[in-house]
C-alpha cells in the first residue's frame, strides 16, 4: 500500500540539555515518513530552497521514500531553531524562516492523485486543502496542524476538518481549537467538526483516542533519557498512519495496534536528534520493542 504525505522538509537547528545540532535534516513530512515507510510506500509532497544539500535527498531515497512532488525552488528552505530545557516537554522556538513555504503550491503526478491514504502534514491548510482537492477519491485521509495556524487561519482549518477522517493534535492545540480544558471534551468537541476519529498526543503522558463507537487510551513507551523531542508527533502520525494502510480495514482491532506502533516509533524519535535513530530503524527493531510495551502495560 502506498501513502502520499503533505508537510515540510526543513533544516532544523536544535538545542537540548545534550547539546546542540545545526541545519540537521527535519520537517514535518521527513520525520513522518521515517516510520510510514516501515509499513508502506510513502510519497512525500515538499518543498526545498536552492540551499539545501542534495544528500539529504539521497538520503530519504536511499530510505525508499518517493521524492517524484519533493520540489526544488530558487528560494530559501524552510529553517526551524528551537531549544528544549527542563524536562524537554516544551518547544520554545528562537526562529522560524518560512522560505520558500510562502510560494509552495503542491504538484501531484497522475499516479500519485489516485493514491488512496493521504496525511496533510503540519503546513497551512489552505495548502492542505489544495493538495486533498487534487487528490482522487482517497480512502483514508490525516490532519495534522499546530497552534500557529489555529492562531493565523482558524476558519481555513475547520473548513478542511469537514473533509478528513483522522485529526492529530497535541494536548495544548486540541484545547486551543476546541474552548475546552478537559480532554475528553476537547476531543468531542473536534469530533464534531468533522473528523470521524480524533487523536490527542500527550507527550510523556501517551495518546488519547476518541470516536462515535469507542474510546482508547495509552501510555508513552517508557524512556529514560531523552535528548530530542523534535519530530516525534509526526513519527508516530507516521506509524499510525503507515500501519492502517497495510492493514486496509479499519476497525477497533487495527486502531489499537496502529496507535501502539505510533507510540513505540515515537519512543525511538525521541532518542536521538532528529532522525538519527528514526532512520536506522528497522520493522523487526519496532516489533521488538512493541513486545516489551506489552509486557508494560498488560495487567
Known amino acids: 500500500m ?4 503533505l508537510g515540510t522538509v526543513a533544516l532544523d537547528t536544535v538545542k537540548t540539555p545534550f547539546g546542540k545540532r545545526k541545519f540537521m535534516l527535519g520537517g514535518s513530512a521527513v520525520h513522518f515518513s521515517m516510520s510510514a515507510r516501515l509499513f508502506s510506500q510513502v510519497n ?12 539529504h535527498i539521497d538520503f530519504l531515497r536511499n530510505k525508499g521514500v518517493i521524492c517524484d512532488s519533493l520540489i526544488r525552488s530558487s ?17 520554545h522556538t528562537l526562529k522560524t524562516e518560512l522560505g520558500v513555504l510562502l510560494e509552495f503550491c503542491p504538484t501531484l503526478t497522475e499516479a500519485q ?45 475547520l473548513r478542511l476538518m469537514k473533509k478528513v477522517d483522522i485529526y492529530v493534535a497535541n494536548d495544548q492545540e486540541a484545547k486551543s481549537l476546541s474552548g475546552e480544558s478537559n ?7 473536534l469530533r464534531a467538526c468533522g473528523p470521524k476519529m480524533v487523536l490527542i498526543k500527550k507527550g ?39 500501519y492502517l494502510a497495510r492493514a486496509k480495514k479499519i476497525n477497533a482491532a487495527n486502531i489499537k495496534k496502529a496507535i501502539a506502533y505510533g507510540t513505540i ?31 508494560c502495560v498488560t495487567l
Open 75 to 91: 528560494g530559501k528552505t524552510f529553517k526551524w531553531e528551537g531549544k528544549y530545557e527542563g524536562d524537554l516537554n516544551i518547544a
Open 204 to 242: 510523556e503522558h501517551g495518546v488519547l483516542f476518541y470516536c462515535d463507537k469507542f474510546i482508547f487510551a495509552i501510555p508513552a513507551y517508557p524512556i529514560e533519557k531523552v535528548v530530542d523531542p523534535t519530530g516525534a508527533g509526526d513519527t508516530f502520525a507516521g506509524g499510525f498512519m503507515g
Open 183 to 189: 480532554l475528553i471534551k476537547a476531543a468531542k468537541a
Open 113 to 157: 492523485k489516485k493514491i488512496k491514504h493521504v496525511f496533510l502534514a503540519n503546513v497551512d491548510p489552505d495548502i492542505q486543502r489544495g493538495l486533498l482537492e487534487s487528490m482522487r477519491s482517497p480512502s483514508l485521509v490525516g490532519l495534522d496542524s499546530m497552534n500557529y495556524w489555529i492562531d493565523t487561519k482558524k476558519q481555513s482549518l
Open 44 to 55: 512525500l509532497a515538499a518543498i526545498v530552497g536552492k540551499d539545501f544539500p542534495q544528500k
Open 2 to 5: 502506498s501513502i502520499i504525505v
Open 265 to 295: 516509533a515515537a519512543s525511538f524519535n525521541v532518542e536521538a536528534f532528529g532522525t538519527d535513530k528514526t532512520s536506522r530503524l528497522s520493522r523487526g527493531g519496532l516489533e521488538k520493542r512493541l513486545r516489551t510495551f506489552k509486557d
